[in-house]
């Protein structure tokens, strides 16, 4: 059983590799780097608890608002935080050639007022996107990964109990 489980783990974790990889090629492809904080994020781990595997992709917690868009704050207040990041995203993207400091102030603050008041442009426009990173998810996991992981599990599984079998009738 042991080798199984081996197999399985290892089977699994090429998977994810790979499918982190993905995760992280259509984050840049969709010009979402700035940082690469959200890039750097994209991890997965995979856990034995008993004969439960369990696999899990992780990403930052911010990447559905890339995906989706940010929506209006509903509780009337102007989210601080954002103007911030919004200043360091000008910044880094070179969106805005500003003469001096107090431009780009006034920029970020245009900027996060108008996403304070109607959303990103992803959420307006009910999650399509002009960047590219429409289904990051679903393009990595899609039905012919998941049926080629599927087979190559089934294989493992397979190859493992008949190994297993062979050595009882070799011991016995």
Partial sequence: MLIITENIIKTMSAFNTESVALLKQYHVEAGQRATGKTEAA????????????????????????????????????????????????????????????????????????KI????????????????????????????VRLNKLREQLGFELISSIGSDVLKQFKTN
């Fill in 42 to 113: 994209f991890d997965s781990d995979i856990v034995q608890n008993g004969n439960m595997i369990s696999s899990k992709i992780l990403g930052a917690a911010h990447i559905g608002a890339l995906e989706y868009g940010r929506k209006p704050s509903s509780n009337g207040s102007k989210p601080g935080s954002l103007y911030d990041v919004i200043k360091k995203w000008i910044v880094r993207k070179g969106v805005f050639n500003y003469a001096n400091d107090k431009e780009l102030k006034g920029l970020a603050y245009v900027i996060t007022r």
């Fill in 116 to 143: 304070h008041k109607k959303g990103t442009y992803q959420f307006r426009n009910n999650g399509t996107t002009h960047n590219g990173f429409k289904n990051p998810v679903s393009k990595a996991f899609n039905e």
